[in-house]
């Protein structure tokens, strides 16, 4: 069998001894053996049959689609256990800036004398601290303008999740959902076949089937989100094919009338009818969705760059979701566990996260438009202090093992308008023990991770101003209703535009 050479981009899957050969497609994803392709799984009608009395309702009334004034949504899902605080984002005692021991700054991968100790390591340009040699930060810098950034704010969400496993129920996409947001032709888009997206799993009690993601990971799986066939290219365009449609649904409407079947099920059918009438008078053209036709985009993206698993799919996702086309959307990058006795592997893999993150903040800017950004990833990594003076380790320290004490989630919120504002909670929810381990005791979030996904939520409702309806969005909740559990992991404030 021939070896496979590796390109610009793509590295060699991992092998450990200390890790068990890989069997799940969720192993083989972490350690880098594949790339999250899969296959469409729709709802079947009988799953329509089964939702809640609310969306069999919202079925009759045919609701096709519309992102409702809600801000986009992204999830950026990292396989594996991937570093986020600590070495890229900054965590505290308390604030971000409060020290850890100088033993807690090894754990996290940070060599005596580049600590944030020294405010030299220190980078808030995104208004979240980022440590200045972080790679992450490094790739956002790579492919967004610094008048972006200055637009940028987020918050570090200090909690423990489980390493090496997609049964973390990290991904709040439903919930989102709930709170409003959906697009024009999808609810949610997701580079995998799975009930997420992505890697991670969803809270089963934010799980909605009807709502489930369409796989999008090329821009032939968005194109084909819109193939019309050959009606609009033989009428000369979109609104004649319309019209014919139109007057189909018409006719097929007062067949539909004598069918001896329930309201419901007629009501199903003829939604179906009036659906494909709409996604041919808005969609007619694919290239509306297609991201290589997309000018704005390819300026921050190139063509040549989407032959990279992880630029092709961030540039479908993005166009779908800051199109309007889909409410938000998972994009699942595979191989970030990285603990091979390096820290070189480590820096590149999180330099190509960062880019993605970068390019889907500037082509926010681009278009104008808000953005939220939610950042996992299955447990994380730890460091004994060895150091790598390769070039890309560059004196720092190799990751040796996962760590599911040392994992956190981030936020980062885009607005046009100006840098978002946060409440006295600040950049930072929960905290970290000295000794570089999450504080398990400080929040309601810091080892439930059903509960993190709900704080994502709560804080995209504070963006709206609708913290009020967290109860209602949720109903059920880990977390329940009361203010002096929700303030305190509240770190978002309204942005303005939704102001009175």
Same mark, same amino acid.
Request: aromatic residues 6%; glycine residues 12%.
């Given at each position: 069998?021939?070896?496979?050479?590796?390109?610009?981009?793509?590295?060699?899957?991992?092998?450990?001894?200390?890790?068990?050969?890989?069997?799940?497609?969720?192993?083989?994803?972490?350690?880098?053996?594949?790339?999250?392709?899969?296959?469409?799984?729709?709802?079947?009608?009988?799953?329509?049959?089964?939702?809640?009395?609310?969306?069999?309702?919202?079925?009759?009334? /045919?609701?096709?689609?519309?992102?409702?004034?809600?801000?986009?949504?992204?999830?950026?899902?990292?396989?594996?256990?991937?570093?986020?605080?600590?070495?890229?984002?900054?965590?505290?005692?308390?604030?971000?800036?409060?020290?850890?021991?100088?033993?807690?700054?090894?754990?996290?991968?940070?060599?005596?004398?580049?600590?944030?100790?020294?405010?030299?390591?220190?980078?808030?340009?995104?208004?979240?601290?980022?440590?200045?040699?972080?790679?992450?930060?490094?790739?956002?810098?790579?492919?967004?303008?610094?008048?972006?950034?200055?637009?940028?704010?987020? /918050?570090?969400? /200090?909690?423990?999740?489980?390493?090496?496993?997609?049964?973390?129920?990290?991904?709040?996409?439903?919930?989102?959902?709930?709170?409003?947001?959906?697009?024009?032709?999808?609810?949610?888009?997701?580079?995998?076949?799975?009930?997420?997206?992505?890697?991670?799993?969803?809270?089963?009690?934010?799980?909605?089937?009807?709502?489930? @993601?369409?796989?999008?990971?090329?821009?032939?799986?968005?194109?084909?989100?819109?193939?019309?066939?050959?009606?609009?290219?033989?009428?000369?365009?979109?609104?004649?094919?319309?019209?014919?449609?139109?007057?189909?649904?018409?006719?097929?409407?007062?067949?539909?009338?004598?069918?001896?079947?329930?309201?419901?099920?007629?009501?199903?059918?003829? /939604?179906?009818?009036?659906?494909?009438?709409?996604?041919?008078?808005?969609?007619?053209?694919?290239?509306?969705?297609? @991201?290589?036709?997309?000018?704005?985009?390819?300026?921050?993206?190139?063509?040549?760059?989407?032959?990279?698993?992880?630029?092709?799919?961030?540039?479908?996702i993005m166009k779908l979701v800051l199109g309007g086309f889909a409410g938000a959307g998972t994009i699942e990058f595979g191989g970030y566990d990285y603990h091979d006795g390096t820290r070189?592997?480590?820096?590149?893999?999180?330099?190509?996260? =960062?880019?993605?993150?970068?390019?889907?903040?500037?082509?926010?800017?681009?278009?104008?438009?808000?953005?939220?950004?939610?950042?996992?990833?299955?447990?994380?990594?730890?460091?004994?202090?060895?150091?790598?003076?390769?070039?890309?380790?560059?004196?720092?320290?190799?990751?040796?093992?996962?760590?599911?004490?040392?994992?956190?989630?981030?936020?980062?919120?885009?607005?046009?308008?100006?840098?978002?504002?946060?409440?006295?909670?600040?950049?930072?929810?929960?905290?970290?023990?000295?000794?570089?381990?999450?504080?398990?005791?400080?929040?309601?979030?810091?080892?439930?991770?059903?509960?993190?996904?709900?704080?994502?939520?709560?804080?995209?409702?504070?963006?709206?101003?609708?913290? =009020?309806?967290?109860?209602?969005?949720?109903?059920?909740?880990?977390?329940?209703?009361?203010?002096?559990?929700?303030?305190?992991?509240?770190?978002?404030?309204?942005?303005?535009?939704?102001?009175?």
């Amino acid at each position: 069998m021939a070896k496979r050479a590796y390109g610009e981009g793509q590295m060699a899957p991992f092998r450990y001894p200390d890790h068990p050969r890989p069997v799940t497609r969720r192993q083989f994803l972490a350690q880098g053996f594949i790339t999250g392709a899969a296959w469409i799984a729709a709802p079947s009608l009988l799953g329509l049959f089964q939702s809640s009395e609310a969306r069999a309702q919202a079925i009759i009334e /045919c609701g096709l689609g519309g992102a409702g004034g809600k801000l986009p949504f992204l999830v950026f899902d990292l396989g594996g256990g991937a570093s986020i605080a600590g070495s890229n984002v900054l965590v505290g005692t308390n604030t971000q800036l409060d020290p850890l021991s100088a033993q807690g700054y090894t754990k996290v991968g940070l060599p005596a004398g580049r600590t944030p100790v020294d405010p030299a390591f220190v980078d808030a340009s995104l208004g979240l601290a980022f440590h200045s040699e972080s790679a992450l930060l490094r790739g956002i810098r790579l492919r967004a303008a610094q008048t972006t950034l200055d637009r940028v704010n987020g /918050c570090v969400f /200090c909690a423990r999740s489980d390493n090496d496993t997609g049964n973390n129920p990290h991904n709040p996409v439903y919930g989102i959902h709930a709170a409003g947001a959906d697009g024009a032709l999808l609810a949610l888009a997701g580079t995998d076949s799975t009930d997420s997206g992505g890697n991670s799993t969803v809270p089963m009690s934010m799980f909605d089937p009807t709502a489930r @993601p369409t796989k999008v990971a090329s821009p032939g799986e968005a194109v084909g989100l819109v193939d019309t066939g050959q009606l609009v290219t033989l009428l000369e365009g979109s609104a004649d094919a319309a019209a014919v449609m139109a007057a189909s649904e018409a006719i097929s409407g007062s067949k539909v009338a004598k069918l001896p079947e329930t309201d419901l099920v007629k009501a199903l059918i003829n /939604c179906s009818y009036q659906e494909t009438t709409e996604l041919v008078g808005q969609f007619g053209d694919p290239n509306q969705v297609d @991201p290589l036709q997309d000018p704005q985009l390819t300026a921050i993206i190139s063509p040549a760059e989407f032959n990279q698993s992880e630029f092709r799919k961030t540039a479908s996702i993005m166009k779908l979701v800051l199109g309007g086309f889909a409410g938000a959307g998972t994009i699942e990058f595979g191989g970030y566990d990285y603990h091979d006795g390096t820290r070189a592997t480590g820096e590149r893999k999180d330099e190509i996260a =960062g880019q993605a993150i970068g390019a889907a903040l500037e082509y926010a800017a681009a278009k104008g438009l808000p953005l939220v950004i939610y950042l996992v990833s299955d447990g994380s990594v730890a460091s004994d202090g060895v150091v790598d003076n390769s070039v890309d380790g560059a004196g720092k320290l190799v990751w040796r093992g996962d760590s599911s004490d040392t994992s956190s989630t981030v936020m980062l919120v885009f607005d046009p308008d100006g840098r978002p504002g946060l409440t006295a909670t600040g950049n930072q929810v929960g905290r970290y023990r000295a000794s570089g381990s999450v504080e398990t005791a400080a929040s309601p979030i810091a080892d439930n991770v059903t509960a993190l996904a709900e704080a994502a939520v709560l804080n995209y409702l504070a963006l709206h101003g609708e913290v =009020g309806a967290f109860g209602t969005v949720l109903p059920g909740s880990t977390l329940g209703t009361s203010a002096s559990v929700l303030d305190p992991l509240t770190a978002f404030v309204m942005l303005p535009r939704f102001g009175a």
